[in-house]
C-alpha cells in the first residue's frame, strides 16, 4: 500500500480558487497514474481527475472540466488539482490515490483526505 498526504483545502467564496496537493511514498507510481476523488456529506465517494505518472494525459469527470487541472511533480511524488471558479456544489472532502492508468481503479486504501468548503 502506498501512503498518501492530501493537503491545501479551506475554506473560500464561490468564483474562488484553491490548489490541492498530493505527496505519495511508499509504493512506484511508475505506469500508473495518481487520482483525485471527493466525497460530499451524504453522497459516494466520486471520480475527480487523474494524470498519468508516464505521460502527461490527464483526465477529467465532466463536471470539472475547464475549471480544475491536475499536474504532477515526479521528482517530489505529488500531484496537485488547481481548482478554479469553485461552486458551493465543490464542497467534499478531496482524496487521492494511485489508480490504473486511463481509468479509476483505485489500489490503496484512503488517507484522511483534504476538506474543501465553498461559501456562496
Known amino acids: 500500500q502506498a501512503r498518501v498526504v492530501e493537503s491545501g483545502g479551506g475554506l473560500v467564496q464561490a468564483g474562488g480558487s484553491l490548489r490541492l496537493s498530493c505527496v505519495v511514498s511508499g509504493r512506484t507510481l511508475d505506469n500508473l497514474a495518481l487520482g483525485w476523488f471527493r466525497q460530499a456529506p451524504g453522497k459516494e465517494r466520486e471520480f475527480v481527475a487523474a494524470i498519468g505518472w508516464n505521460g502527461d494525459s490527464g483526465y477529467y469527470a465532466n463536471f470539472v472540466k475547464g475549471r480544475f487541472t491536475i499536474s504532477k511533480d515526479k521528482p517530489k511524488n505529488t500531484a496537485y488539482l488547481q481548482m478554479n471558479n469553485l461552486k458551493p456544489e465543490d464542497a467534499a472532502v478531496y482524496y487521492c490515490?494511485?489508480?490504473?492508468?486511463?481509468?479509476?481503479?483505485?489500489?490503496?486504501?484512503w488517507g484522511q483526505g483534504t476538506l474543501v468548503t465553498v461559501s456562496p
Open positions: 490515490n494511485r489508480v490504473r492508468a486511463g481509468t479509476t481503479v483505485t489500489f490503496d486504501a
